[in-house]
């Protein structure tokens, strides 16, 4: 009888190492399709970062060109500033000189209240 209850015992761990075999492989092959799945994911991943990547640098050079555009802008009202300043120093000092009774007539306009005998 011993030998009838070795065999079993043999019986049954053999059968619940098949059973722990089958489920082992089972979470095997599902692990190996969830990292299937996660490469995928991760390439469709990569693949966006790409274009965002890409279309962020498109902006960036948008931005910057914008920003030049600005600063052109800036620098070229400056100038028209500094020449407008110059010349209403400039047409003061005329309009000094032509006014001679002390009104300053602006060069630009003319005096429309001014009557000449």
């Known amino acids: 009888m011993s030998q009838e209850s070795g065999f079993n015992r043999l019986e049954a761990t053999v059968q619940k190492l098949l059973t722990n075999y089958s489920a082992l492989k089972?979470?095997?092959e599902e692990l190996e399709r969830?990292?299937?799945?996660k490469d995928q994911q991760i390439e469709e991943?990569?693949?966006?970062?790409?274009?965002?990547?890409?279309?962020r640098g498109d902006i960036s050079?948008?931005?910057d060109?914008?920003?030049r555009q600005i600063e052109e802008w800036e620098k070229a009202e400056e100038e028209v500033a500094v020449v407008n300043d110059e010349?209403?120093?400039?047409?003061?000092e005329a309009s000094e000189v032509a006014g001679g009774d002390g009104d300053p007539v602006d060069s630009?306009?003319?005096?429309?209240?001014s009557v000449e005998p």
């Not at 630009?108 to 209240?113: D, P, S, V």
């Open 26 to 28: 089972a979470a095997k």
């Open 34 to 37: 969830t990292i299937l799945q």
């Open 45 to 55: 991943l990569n693949g966006k970062l790409t274009l965002l990547q890409s279309e």
């Open 61 to 63: 050079g948008r931005v």
């Open 65 to 67: 060109a914008l920003l």
């Open 87 to 92: 010349n209403r120093i400039e047409g003061d």
């Open 108 to 113: 630009r306009q003319g005096n429309l209240f």
